[in-house]
């Protein structure tokens, strides 16, 4: 098991800028696929980006591409998402999520351990 604790949301203009930060504790951080989804108000969670156990591939929701970047950092047990041109539909609360498993996966039913998530508000 590992424990996720997202940070680094808050309110942001339009084409604003957030990077999210993912700590996590427990064991072996490096053995965990790691991904970002996101919920808005009344609508369901939807997968933003996943990224590899080495780092070495990563994975993005169509909508995100060029936009948004994720990356870890293994030893500080960390996962980060850099989000550039930020819109106001992309208000919603972000989760950091974690599969025990070798493959990426944009299926959020696959992962296992999830964060409490952070809000982003994206003002127009």
């Known amino acids: 098991q590992v424990q996720l604790v997202e940070s680094g949301g808050g309110l942001v203009q339009t084409g604003g800028s957030l990077r999210l930060s993912c700590a996590a504790s427990?064991?072996?951080?490096?053995?965990?696929?790691l991904g970002w989804f996101r919920q808005a108000p009344g609508k369901e969670r939807e997968f933003v980006a996943t990224?590899?156990?080495?780092?070495?591939?990563?994975y993005y929701a169509e909508s995100t591409k060029g936009r948004f970047t994720i990356s870890r950092d293994n030893a500080k047990n960390t996962v980060y998402l850099q989000m550039n041109s930020l819109k106001p539909e992309e208000t919603a609360v972000y989760y950091c999520?974690?599969?025990?498993?070798?493959?990426?996966?944009?299926?959020?039913?696959?992962?296992?351990?999830w964060g409490q998530g952070t809000r982003v508000t994206v003002s127009s």
């Open positions: 999520a974690a599969r025990p498993y070798s493959g990426i996966s944009y299926f959020a039913s696959e992962y296992d351990n």
């Open positions: 427990g064991r072996a951080f490096s053995s965990y696929v």
């Open positions: 990224i590899s156990r080495s780092g070495g591939i990563t």
